[in-house]
């Protein structure tokens, strides 16, 4: 078992800057922290790279390491590493999966317009999971789902289902060719959400936090939707609002 003991180890820095957006994709891979994330990872083999953990760590007796690169790291590497103030010592790097290929018919989608904030995007996706959505399409301006704040939120959903990029504006006559409902979600030509029943398959557009989907995309839906409001507040976090709308257009069907 390899053993890196200086946090200046080229390897390390290496590692510690997969927590920049540029250097994920440049070398095409990631990091998950902590035990539950990287048990996630490794239900999946084909994606882990190699597994790092700080020196007195002791692995869980159930994980099939077997042709798995376990690397050890002292304290100091392993503080380096991590992106956390509590870390659990314990690190998968990870490589993109890659955009699988699907039939459209008979899916659910989730599709996500410019959801900047990474804890928001990485609940969707664990409710969306949850919910039993099919595939998830993160549409332009929406949070990298590789970040760190993403990937603890997303608590491995990430390994579940289908996450892949695209314009949402070209997805959307695709969806509507297949005979897919396309719904949005906005108060301007919207309808309470209890008042449209669910189908075998319908496609969710949730949008960026401040400003809601876009006009254009907006323009191209079968129906917007909205959550009434009964109290005071002015608006529902947009996790919260997806959690909602997912939950009753797959209870309806």
């Known amino acids: 078992m390899k053993y890196v003991q200086s946090a200046k180890n080229p390897q390390v820095k290496q590692w510690k800057k997969l927590q920049t957006k540029k250097e994920r994709e440049n070398s095409g891979t990631y990091i998950v922290e902590g035990f539950h994330l990287v048990e996630e ?46 870390s ?13 290929t699907f039939g459209l018919k008979g899916k659910t989608f989730l599709m996500l317009d410019e959801v900047q904030d990474p804890g928001n995007l990485g609940t969707i996706i664990r409710t969306a999971d949850a919910a039993g959505i099919d595939i998830i399409i993160l549409g332009e301006g929406t949070a990298d789902l590789y970040n ?22 070209e997805w959307i006559p695709q969806l509507k ?55 005071k507040s002015e608006s529902l976090n947009v996790a919260i609002a997806a959690g909602i709308l997912m939950y009753h257009l797959k209870k309806a069907q």
Request: proline fraction near 4%.
């Open 41 to 86: 990872a490794l239900r999946y083999k084909e994606v882990i790279k190699e597994v790092l953990v700080k020196e007195g760590v002791d692995l869980p007796s159930t994980w099939n390491i077997d042709e798995v690169s376990v690397i050890t790291l002292s304290e100091d590497a392993a503080k380096a590493v991590s992106a956390t103030e509590t």
């Open 88 to 100: 659990q010592g314990v690190f998968a790097v990870c490589y993109y999966t890659e955009e699988r």
């Open 148 to 169: 760190q704040k993403v990937l603890r939120s997303a608590q491995g959903s990430h390994f579940h289902l289908p996450i892949i990029k695209g314009d949402l504006q």
């Open 177 to 231: 060719n297949e005979g897919i409902p396309v719904y949005g979600t906005a108060l301007e030509n919207g309808v309470e959400y209890h008042t449209v029943s669910g189908s075998d398959s319908f496609a969710l557009i949730l949008g960026n936090e401040g400003n809601g989907v876009s006009p254009a995309i907006l323009e191209s839906t079968d129906q917007n939707l909205y959550v009434p409001i009964y109290g």
